[in-house]
C-alpha cells in the first residue's frame, strides 16, 4: 500500500462545478505540499500545510492532522485548471513521498 | 534569480551510453532534490543534498546512477550504461530549509528516452 494515497485517480467535471481531490496518508508528517503539474511542463506548488486551511484565488486546501487526510478544493473550475494534482508530504528528514497524483479535466 | 534550471530538457539516447543531467537550483536554497517520474506515476524519491553532502539515497539509485553537487551549488546526475527501463522525467527541486521555511521549487525536469 503506498504511504500517499489520492483519489480519485481521474476527474472529470464541466466548467464552474466545484471540485474536490483528496488525499490520504499513512506515515506521521511534518508538512504536506498540493502540487500541480500541467501536460509536458513542471511542478508547481500550490500549497504547503502543516494544519488548518489555506487559501489562495479560487483554491483551497485543508489538512486534517488527526485523520491524516488532506482535501484540494478548486471553486468556479475552468478549463485551465486541467493539470495533474499532486498531494506529496513531508516526512523524516525533508523527504518528499509523493501520490500518484490526480489528472483533472474541465471542459468548457 | 529565474527558479531551477534544468538541462538538458530532453535527452534521446542509445542503451547503454552514459548521460548526465544538470540542475542549477535557486541560488540561496541549501537542499537540492532529485526525483524520477514515470508516465502516469508522481514522482519518485532518488536522492538529496543539504549544501554539497549527499544525506540520503532511494534504492531505486543503482550503481549506475551518481549524483554530486561538488561545491553546494549545481548538482549533476549522471546514469551510465543506459536501460531502457530508465526513460523517464528526472526532476529536480529545491529548498531553504530553516525556521518559516520549507518552501519547494521545482525545476521542468530532464526527459530521458532510452531506445
Known amino acids: 500500500k503506498n504511504e500517499v494515497e489520492q483519489s480519485p485517480q481521474n476527474l472529470t467535471a464541466q466548467e464552474g462545478e466545484f471540485i474536490t481531490i483528496n488525499c490520504s496518508y499513512s506515515?506521521?508528517?511534518?508538512?504536506l505540499h498540493w502540487l500541480q503539474q500541467h501536460p509536458g511542463g513542471g511542478i508547481v506548488s500550490l500549497f504547503m500545510?502543516?494544519?488548518g486551511k489555506k487559501k489562495h484565488g479560487r483554491l483551497i486546501a485543508t489538512i486534517n492532522i488527526q485523520e491524516k487526510h488532506s482535501s484540494l478544493h478548486i471553486t468556479a473550475s475552468h478549463p485551465r485548471d486541467s493539470a495533474v494534482y499532486i498531494c506529496?508530504?513531508?516526512?523524516?528528514?525533508?523527504?518528499?513521498?509523493f501520490g500518484q497524483g490526480t489528472r483533472l479535466t474541465i471542459n468548457p | 534569480d529565474t527558479g531551477v534550471s534544468q538541462d538538458p530538457r530532453h535527452k534521446i539516447t542509445k542503451r547503454g551510453q552514459n548521460v548526465t543531467f544538470r540542475c542549477d537550483p535557486i541560488?540561496?536554497?541549501?537542499?537540492l532534490y532529485w526525483y524520477r517520474q514515470t508516465l502516469g506515476q508522481g514522482p519518485e524519491f532518488l536522492t538529496y543534498?543539504?549544501?554539497?553532502?549527499?544525506?540520503?539515497k532511494s534504492r531505486l539509485l543503482s550503481d549506475r546512477f551518481s549524483a554530486e553537487r561538488p561545491k553546494g551549488s549545481f548538482s549533476t546526475l549522471e546514469i551510465q550504461r543506459t536501460e531502457q527501463g530508465d526513460s523517464a522525467m528526472y526532476l529536480c527541486?529545491?529548498?531553504?530549509?530553516?525556521?518559516?521555511?520549507?518552501?519547494?521549487?521545482f525545476g521542468a525536469g530532464s526527459r530521458l528516452t532510452v531506445l
Open positions: 527541486a529545491s529548498s531553504l530549509v530553516g525556521a518559516g521555511a520549507n518552501v519547494l521549487t
Open positions: 506515515v506521521g508528517i511534518s508538512a
Open positions: 500545510l502543516s494544519s
Open positions: 506529496a508530504v513531508i516526512k523524516g528528514a525533508q523527504k518528499l513521498v
Open positions: 541560488s540561496e536554497h541549501n537542499r
Open positions: 543534498f543539504q549544501n554539497e553532502a549527499q544525506l540520503e
